[in-house]
């Protein structure tokens, strides 16, 4: 079993769950899985058959596309993360403040 | 006796020459082992107090060159943070005025900053963060042409600057560099450096430390309202590390404790990251690029809580 975090803009497509289980050997077998359960997630997360551009997923933190992709195997017991793609270089886009 | 001599002082004929060049030390007291050595470039000491000095004066001097950018012009760029305040000092000695787009939850320090530094300040939604300020400064840009934008996100002076300065200083000071690590924004630090770096050490790791966002900041509606910096080009990364708001704070706080360094929040999940690497390798030598200090942060709330991640989570911190 993979915990899979869910982050905000996909959450209505899972009945509001910020984390959900998920099986698979690999990420991508995991993501069908996910896909599999929760049909509308797939044109969000898919482009072409591949992750699209804007769609980030880490296994133990680290980013699969500096892995091996959908093919990067994953253990039992893992989280996996969705994130979008955010532009950075903005430091200190500080809390609301009175 | 006479004292010893001294080397004649450099008198720089502005601040702008004083950008770059940027002192580099090791870390010996974090170093995880003696045979891994650690070393930090210390990049706020620029004269603004961030690497983004470079960045601002490299696409000045590159549109001033190319014609774009004339007397008359404005400059406007989506940044709350140091790249504004950088852009403001190279803006105000080159004599055009500046316009920075930011999300409307930016603190008030850094309004501050920019305003003393002669900015103007258009305010994005808070809760579409950096996504959001980039997204207006190109609506202001396509309806007013005397604006000129030199955006970062995909500007190529940006990387060119970290090829030619950060990179190749670092080249030049070290024999060996096996992993290379800076926190990811525009991505212009880890190609730039990361190219010209790979030059020299053809088996460099390049290393991506990029902050966790907080669910109060992906306002996005979708995922197709990510964005990717044009400049980035991720198949050139090899590891890319996400790190927590909590883990940027252990790591600023633990450079302050064992080496007197006192990091800003990306330096800090620099920090975080290079030691993860760090605990992979038998021997060799990681090089951190911390790219502020962290006295532009010390108004924010999360020195002293006891729940960084409830504090911090509403913001984007690099």
Known sequence: ?98 | MRPDPVAAPRIAPSVLDLIGSTPLVELRRLSPKPSVRLYAKLEGQNPTGSIKDRVAKAMIDAAEASGELEPGRRLLEPTSGNTGIALALVARLRGYPLTCVLPANVTEERRRLLRLYGAEIVESPAEEGSNGAVRLALELAAHDPSFYMPFQYGNEANPRAHYEGTGAEIATALDRVDVLVAGLGTGGTLMGAGARLRESFPDLVVAAAEPMPGDEVMGLRSLADGYVPPILDVAKLDRKLLVTNAESVAGVRLLLEREGIFGGVSSGGVVHAALRLAAELDEGAVVCILADGGWKYLSAGFWETDDVEREMGRSVWW
């Open chain 1, 1 to 98: 079993m993979t915990r899979v975090r869910i982050p905000p803009m996909l959450r209505a497509e899972v009945g509001g769950a910020r984390e959900v289980e998920a099986h698979g050997e690999t990420v991508g077998e995991v993501i069908e899985d996910l896909v599999g359960r929760y049909p509308a997630l797939r044109a969000q997360l898919y482009r072409d058959g591949d992750l699209g551009e804007f769609v980030n997923v880490y296994l133990g933190g680290e980013d699969v596309r500096t892995l091996e992709g959908l093919d990067t195997p994953v253990r039992d017991g893992s989280t996996l993360i969705l994130l979008p793609a955010m532009a950075g270089g903005s430091p200190g886009v500080g809390r609301h403040e009175a």
